[in-house]
Protein backbone atom coordinates (compact mmCIF):
# COMPACT_ATOMS: atom_id res chain seq x y z
CA UNK A 1 0.00 0.00 0.00
CA UNK A 2 1.61 3.03 -0.96
CA UNK A 3 2.44 5.52 2.15
CA UNK A 4 0.50 8.36 2.30
CA UNK A 5 2.58 11.38 4.02
CA UNK A 6 0.81 14.44 5.50
CA UNK A 7 2.15 17.00 7.57
CA UNK A 8 -0.92 18.51 9.71
CA UNK A 9 -0.66 22.27 10.52
CA UNK A 10 -0.76 21.69 14.04
CA UNK A 11 2.08 19.24 13.91
CA UNK A 12 3.98 21.75 11.52
CA UNK A 13 3.53 24.68 13.81
CA UNK A 14 5.63 22.13 16.68
CA UNK A 15 7.92 21.33 14.31
CA UNK A 16 8.99 25.23 13.52
CA UNK A 17 8.36 25.51 17.45
CA UNK A 18 11.33 23.28 18.00
CA UNK A 19 13.86 25.11 15.23
CA UNK A 20 14.10 27.53 18.40
CA UNK A 21 15.30 25.85 21.65
CA UNK A 22 14.30 29.35 23.57
CA UNK A 23 10.78 29.15 22.08
CA UNK A 24 7.80 28.85 24.99
CA UNK A 25 5.50 27.85 22.52
CA UNK A 26 3.35 30.63 22.97
CA UNK A 27 3.56 32.07 19.43
CA UNK A 28 2.54 28.52 18.34
CA UNK A 29 -0.50 28.47 20.57
CA UNK A 30 -1.56 31.45 19.03
CA UNK A 31 -1.24 30.12 15.59
CA UNK A 32 -3.46 27.17 16.61
CA UNK A 33 -6.10 29.58 18.11
CA UNK A 34 -5.89 31.47 14.61
CA UNK A 35 -6.55 27.92 12.98
CA UNK A 36 -9.59 27.31 15.02
CA UNK A 37 -11.20 30.48 13.92
CA UNK A 38 -10.81 29.88 10.54
CA UNK A 39 -12.44 26.28 10.48
CA UNK A 40 -15.26 28.13 12.33
CA UNK A 41 -15.18 31.01 9.74
CA UNK A 42 -14.44 28.43 6.76
CA UNK A 43 -18.03 26.86 7.84
CA UNK A 44 -20.14 29.86 7.89
CA UNK A 45 -18.95 31.02 4.62
CA UNK A 46 -19.56 27.77 2.90
CA UNK A 47 -23.16 28.11 4.29
CA UNK A 48 -23.99 31.81 3.06
CA UNK A 49 -25.22 30.64 -0.24
CA UNK A 50 -27.72 28.91 1.55
CA UNK A 51 -28.86 31.87 3.69
CA UNK A 52 -31.99 33.17 1.48
CA UNK A 53 -33.11 29.10 0.83
CA UNK A 54 -33.79 27.88 4.23
CA UNK A 55 -34.34 31.35 5.64
CA UNK A 56 -31.68 32.67 8.18
CA UNK A 57 -32.54 36.25 6.46
CA UNK A 58 -34.42 37.32 9.00
CA UNK A 59 -33.17 38.84 12.50
CA UNK A 60 -33.12 35.07 13.98
CA UNK A 61 -32.13 32.10 12.87
CA UNK A 62 -33.61 28.57 13.41
CA UNK A 63 -32.42 28.43 16.88
CA UNK A 64 -33.32 31.39 17.86
CA UNK A 65 -30.30 33.28 17.85
CA UNK A 66 -29.40 36.27 16.38
CA UNK A 67 -28.27 35.86 12.66
CA UNK A 68 -24.98 38.26 12.17
CA UNK A 69 -23.60 39.77 9.13
CA UNK A 70 -21.37 37.34 7.98
CA UNK A 71 -18.15 40.38 8.60
CA UNK A 72 -19.16 40.60 11.68
CA UNK A 73 -19.47 36.91 12.73
CA UNK A 74 -15.66 36.66 11.50
CA UNK A 75 -14.68 39.31 13.45
CA UNK A 76 -16.91 37.96 16.56
CA UNK A 77 -15.58 34.57 16.19
CA UNK A 78 -11.47 35.50 15.97
CA UNK A 79 -12.13 37.97 19.06
CA UNK A 80 -14.00 34.48 20.75
CA UNK A 81 -11.48 32.63 19.78
CA UNK A 82 -8.22 34.56 20.78
CA UNK A 83 -9.11 36.57 23.77
CA UNK A 84 -8.92 33.87 26.33
CA UNK A 85 -5.47 31.90 25.55
CA UNK A 86 -3.66 34.48 27.72
CA UNK A 87 -1.28 35.13 24.76
CA UNK A 88 -1.87 38.51 23.95
CA UNK A 89 -2.48 41.51 25.58
CA UNK A 90 -3.88 43.69 23.08
CA UNK A 91 -5.75 43.33 19.53
CA UNK A 92 -7.40 45.19 16.86
CA UNK A 93 -9.79 44.59 14.41
CA UNK A 94 -10.74 46.41 10.56
CA UNK A 95 -14.40 46.09 12.33
CA UNK A 96 -13.16 48.19 15.87
CA UNK A 97 -12.71 51.79 15.95
CA UNK A 98 -10.27 51.21 19.01
CA UNK A 99 -8.05 48.65 20.05
CA UNK A 100 -9.91 45.70 21.55
CA UNK A 101 -8.59 44.94 25.19
CA UNK A 102 -8.43 41.53 26.67
CA UNK A 103 -9.96 40.15 29.60
CA UNK A 104 -7.74 41.38 32.66
CA UNK A 105 -7.11 38.11 33.60
CA UNK A 106 -6.30 37.13 30.17
CA UNK A 107 -4.01 40.32 29.46
CA UNK A 108 -0.68 39.32 30.10
CA UNK A 109 0.45 37.94 26.96
CA UNK A 110 3.74 38.74 25.25
CA UNK A 111 2.11 39.30 21.25
CA UNK A 112 -0.33 41.89 19.84
CA UNK A 113 -2.78 40.74 17.05
CA UNK A 114 -4.24 42.82 14.36
CA UNK A 115 -6.88 40.94 11.56
CA UNK A 116 -9.69 41.76 9.15
CA UNK A 117 -11.76 39.34 9.74
CA UNK A 118 -13.32 39.33 6.20
CA UNK A 119 -11.62 41.14 3.22
CA UNK A 120 -13.42 41.37 0.33
CA UNK A 121 -17.18 40.61 1.77
CA UNK A 122 -18.84 42.41 -0.87
CA UNK A 123 -18.03 39.64 -3.11
CA UNK A 124 -19.54 37.04 -0.49
CA UNK A 125 -22.90 37.16 -2.24
CA UNK A 126 -21.35 36.42 -5.56
CA UNK A 127 -19.42 33.40 -4.51
CA UNK A 128 -15.69 34.86 -4.95
CA UNK A 129 -13.00 33.88 -2.91
CA UNK A 130 -12.66 35.87 0.63
CA UNK A 131 -10.40 35.82 3.18
CA UNK A 132 -9.30 36.55 6.72
CA UNK A 133 -5.93 38.47 7.36
CA UNK A 134 -3.81 38.62 10.53
CA UNK A 135 -0.49 39.97 11.86
CA UNK A 136 1.16 39.50 14.98
CA UNK A 137 3.76 41.70 16.92
CA UNK A 138 5.72 41.32 19.89
CA UNK A 139 4.46 43.19 22.51
CA UNK A 140 6.31 46.83 23.61
CA UNK A 141 3.97 48.31 26.80
CA UNK A 142 5.46 47.23 29.87
CA UNK A 143 4.16 42.85 30.67
CA UNK A 144 2.34 43.76 33.84
CA UNK A 145 -0.85 45.42 32.44
CA UNK A 146 -2.91 45.92 29.30
CA UNK A 147 -1.62 46.10 25.69
CA UNK A 148 -1.78 49.56 24.73
CA UNK A 149 -2.72 51.90 21.03
CA UNK A 150 1.86 51.77 21.21
CA UNK A 151 1.87 48.03 20.61
CA UNK A 152 -0.31 48.01 17.67
CA UNK A 153 1.23 51.42 15.64
CA UNK A 154 4.41 49.51 15.50
CA UNK A 155 6.58 49.10 11.55
CA UNK A 156 5.56 45.63 9.76
CA UNK A 157 9.22 45.00 9.59
CA UNK A 158 8.46 44.22 13.47
CA UNK A 159 5.99 41.77 12.39
CA UNK A 160 6.81 38.28 13.91
CA UNK A 161 4.20 36.54 12.40
CA UNK A 162 1.42 36.57 9.87
CA UNK A 163 -0.68 34.99 7.52
CA UNK A 164 -4.18 34.96 5.73
CA UNK A 165 -6.81 32.70 5.15
CA UNK A 166 -8.84 32.40 1.54
CA UNK A 167 -12.29 30.84 1.60
CA UNK A 168 -12.13 29.82 -1.71
CA UNK A 169 -12.43 26.44 -4.18
CA UNK A 170 -10.70 25.35 -0.78
CA UNK A 171 -10.07 26.92 2.63
CA UNK A 172 -6.03 27.80 2.47
CA UNK A 173 -4.61 28.80 5.62
CA UNK A 174 -0.88 30.27 4.46
CA UNK A 175 1.48 31.89 6.82
CA UNK A 176 4.74 33.37 7.84
CA UNK A 177 6.59 33.02 10.58
CA UNK A 178 10.05 34.82 9.26
CA UNK A 179 11.29 31.55 7.74
CA UNK A 180 9.48 30.99 4.32
CA UNK A 181 5.68 30.82 3.78
CA UNK A 182 3.84 27.61 3.70
CA UNK A 183 -0.03 26.56 3.03
CA UNK A 184 -2.11 24.46 4.07
CA UNK A 185 -5.51 23.20 2.79
CA UNK A 186 -8.40 22.28 4.52
CA UNK A 187 -9.43 18.80 4.63
CA UNK A 188 -12.92 18.68 4.79
CA UNK A 189 -13.29 15.34 5.73
CA UNK A 190 -10.91 15.70 8.42
CA UNK A 191 -11.29 18.58 9.48
CA UNK A 192 -7.94 19.22 9.21
CA UNK A 193 -5.20 22.04 7.61
CA UNK A 194 -2.74 19.64 5.29
CA UNK A 195 0.29 21.01 4.22
CA UNK A 196 -0.29 21.60 0.58
CA UNK A 197 2.37 24.16 -0.45
CA UNK A 198 5.80 23.97 1.12
CA UNK A 199 8.09 27.28 1.16
CA UNK A 200 6.37 29.24 -1.40
CA UNK A 201 8.24 30.99 -3.20
CA UNK A 202 7.09 33.78 -6.38
CA UNK A 203 8.51 34.54 -9.60
CA UNK A 204 10.64 37.13 -9.65
CA UNK A 205 9.30 38.30 -12.69
CA UNK A 206 5.43 38.18 -14.07
CA UNK A 207 2.85 38.14 -16.77
CA UNK A 208 0.02 39.46 -15.31
CA UNK A 209 -1.56 42.33 -13.69
CA UNK A 210 -3.79 43.14 -11.13
CA UNK A 211 -5.92 46.41 -10.47
CA UNK A 212 -9.00 48.64 -10.91
CA UNK A 213 -8.71 50.11 -14.20
CA UNK A 214 -12.24 51.88 -13.90
CA UNK A 215 -10.18 54.00 -11.92
CA UNK A 216 -7.56 55.25 -14.79
CA UNK A 217 -8.72 58.48 -14.95
CA UNK A 218 -7.46 59.32 -11.86
CA UNK A 219 -4.31 57.74 -11.28
CA UNK A 220 -0.50 59.29 -11.34
CA UNK A 221 1.07 59.68 -14.73
CA UNK A 222 3.76 57.30 -14.17
CA UNK A 223 0.92 54.61 -13.43
CA UNK A 224 -0.79 55.48 -16.49
CA UNK A 225 2.19 55.03 -19.04
CA UNK A 226 3.21 51.72 -16.39
CA UNK A 227 0.09 50.17 -17.66
CA UNK A 228 0.03 51.44 -20.90
CA UNK A 229 3.48 50.02 -21.02
CA UNK A 230 2.28 46.17 -19.86
CA UNK A 231 -0.45 46.64 -22.97
CA UNK A 232 2.21 47.08 -25.49
CA UNK A 233 3.43 44.04 -27.71
CA UNK A 234 7.33 42.97 -27.44
CA UNK A 235 8.33 39.42 -27.45
CA UNK A 236 11.38 39.88 -25.29
CA UNK A 237 9.96 41.53 -22.24
CA UNK A 238 7.11 38.92 -22.26
CA UNK A 239 4.65 41.48 -23.53
CA UNK A 240 1.36 42.39 -23.41
CA UNK A 241 0.61 41.26 -19.93
CA UNK A 242 -2.22 39.76 -19.02
CA UNK A 243 -5.12 41.55 -16.96
CA UNK A 244 -6.26 40.01 -13.83
CA UNK A 245 -8.39 41.70 -10.88
CA UNK A 246 -10.97 39.94 -8.75
CA UNK A 247 -11.55 42.38 -6.53
CA UNK A 248 -10.82 40.78 -3.45
CA UNK A 249 -6.79 41.51 -2.25
CA UNK A 250 -6.21 38.07 -0.23
CA UNK A 251 -7.44 36.14 -3.76
CA UNK A 252 -5.44 38.50 -5.57
CA UNK A 253 -2.54 37.92 -4.05
CA UNK A 254 -2.83 34.97 -3.52
CA UNK A 255 -3.00 34.05 -7.25
CA UNK A 256 -0.40 36.04 -7.90
CA UNK A 257 2.08 34.71 -5.80
CA UNK A 258 1.84 31.75 -6.68
CA UNK A 259 2.15 32.26 -10.68
CA UNK A 260 4.06 35.59 -10.07
CA UNK A 261 2.15 39.18 -10.72
CA UNK A 262 2.08 42.28 -9.56
CA UNK A 263 -0.99 43.43 -7.74
CA UNK A 264 -1.86 47.53 -7.04
CA UNK A 265 -4.42 49.20 -5.28
CA UNK A 266 -2.42 52.83 -5.77
CA UNK A 267 -3.25 56.59 -4.52
CA UNK A 268 -5.35 58.65 -6.47
CA UNK A 269 -6.64 61.93 -7.41
CA UNK A 270 -9.81 61.52 -5.31
CA UNK A 271 -8.14 58.87 -2.82
CA UNK A 272 -5.01 60.55 -2.01
CA UNK A 273 -3.94 57.40 0.24
CA UNK A 274 -5.47 54.13 -1.83
CA UNK A 275 -8.06 52.19 -0.27
CA UNK A 276 -6.16 49.51 1.58
CA UNK A 277 -5.43 49.17 5.08
CA UNK A 278 -1.56 49.67 6.69
CA UNK A 279 -2.19 47.67 9.83
CA UNK A 280 -3.94 44.51 8.82
CA UNK A 281 -4.09 44.47 4.90
CA UNK A 282 -0.93 45.76 3.63
CA UNK A 283 1.94 44.75 5.87
CA UNK A 284 0.65 41.36 6.82
CA UNK A 285 0.36 40.49 2.40
CA UNK A 286 4.08 42.35 2.36
CA UNK A 287 5.51 40.45 4.75
CA UNK A 288 4.55 37.03 3.49
CA UNK A 289 5.00 38.47 -0.07
CA UNK A 290 8.44 39.50 1.05
CA UNK A 291 8.95 35.93 2.84
CA UNK A 292 8.25 34.64 -0.76
CA UNK A 293 10.46 36.45 -2.65
CA UNK A 294 8.62 39.61 -3.72
CA UNK A 295 7.99 43.25 -2.75
CA UNK A 296 5.84 45.50 -1.35
CA UNK A 297 5.96 49.38 -1.57
CA UNK A 298 3.92 52.28 -1.73
CA UNK A 299 5.55 53.17 -4.86
CA UNK A 300 8.28 54.87 -3.63
CA UNK A 301 9.14 53.16 0.04
CA UNK A 302 8.72 49.75 1.37
CA UNK A 303 5.47 49.09 2.82
CA UNK A 304 7.09 47.34 5.88
CA UNK A 305 9.18 50.42 7.08
CA UNK A 306 6.06 52.86 7.04
CA UNK A 307 5.67 54.30 10.63
CA UNK A 308 2.22 53.97 11.09
CA UNK A 309 0.46 57.16 12.69
CA UNK A 310 -3.00 55.58 13.28
CA UNK A 311 -5.20 52.24 13.39
CA UNK A 312 -7.04 52.83 10.21
CA UNK A 313 -4.84 54.35 7.91
CA UNK A 314 -4.38 53.63 4.42
CA UNK A 315 -1.52 53.22 2.70
CA UNK A 316 -1.12 53.11 -1.39
CA UNK A 317 0.53 49.50 -1.96
CA UNK A 318 2.19 47.80 -5.56
CA UNK A 319 2.77 44.32 -4.14
CA UNK A 320 3.84 41.00 -6.19
CA UNK A 321 6.83 40.07 -8.31
CA UNK A 322 9.96 42.01 -7.44
CA UNK A 323 11.10 43.13 -10.81
CA UNK A 324 7.47 44.04 -11.59
CA UNK A 325 7.18 46.29 -8.51
CA UNK A 326 10.40 47.80 -9.27
CA UNK A 327 9.21 48.88 -12.67
CA UNK A 328 6.28 50.51 -11.56
CA UNK A 329 8.49 52.82 -9.09
CA UNK A 330 10.74 53.66 -11.95
CA UNK A 331 7.87 54.70 -13.66
CA UNK A 332 6.28 56.63 -11.00
CA UNK A 333 9.92 58.45 -10.20
CA UNK A 334 10.42 59.57 -13.95
CA UNK A 335 7.01 61.14 -13.88
CA UNK A 336 8.19 62.68 -10.47
CA UNK A 337 11.57 63.98 -11.63
CA UNK A 338 9.47 65.40 -15.21
CA UNK A 339 7.23 67.06 -12.86
CA UNK A 340 9.61 68.82 -10.13
CA UNK A 341 11.59 70.40 -13.39
P1 LIG B 1 -14.54 44.88 0.50
O1 LIG B 1 -14.07 44.16 1.74
O2 LIG B 1 -15.40 46.06 0.77
O3 LIG B 1 -15.15 43.94 -0.50
O4 LIG B 1 -13.22 45.48 -0.18
C1 LIG B 1 -12.26 44.64 -0.67
C2 LIG B 1 -10.94 45.36 -0.75
O5 LIG B 1 -10.60 45.92 0.49
C3 LIG B 1 -9.82 44.45 -1.26
O6 LIG B 1 -9.94 43.13 -0.86
C4 LIG B 1 -9.88 44.63 -2.75
O7 LIG B 1 -8.67 44.37 -3.38
C5 LIG B 1 -10.32 46.06 -2.91
O8 LIG B 1 -11.02 46.39 -1.72
C6 LIG B 1 -11.20 46.25 -4.10
O9 LIG B 1 -11.56 47.58 -4.21
P2 LIG B 1 -12.25 48.17 -5.53
O10 LIG B 1 -13.64 47.63 -5.55
O11 LIG B 1 -12.20 49.65 -5.33
O12 LIG B 1 -11.43 47.74 -6.71
Redesign the pocket.
Known amino acids: MPQIKFLTLARHIVEEERKYPGATGELSSLLHDLSLAAKVISLEVNKAGLVDIIGFTGDNNIHGEQVKKLDIFAHDMMVRAMDHGGHLCVMASEEEEDVIHIPSRFNIGKYVLLFDPL ?5 IDANVSIGTIFSIYRRVSPDNGAGTMEDCLQKGSQQVAAGYIIYGSSTIFVYTAGSGVHGFTLDPAFGEFIRSHQNITTPKKSRIYSI ?1 EGNYLYWHPGLKKYIKYLQEEDEKTERPYTGRYI ?4 A ?1 IHRNMLYGGIFM ?1 PADSRSPNG ?2 RLMY ?1 CNPMAFIVEQAGGRASDGKNRILDIQPKTLHQRVPIFIGSEADVKLVESFIAKEEVKAAK
Open positions: DGSSNNGSMVDYKLE
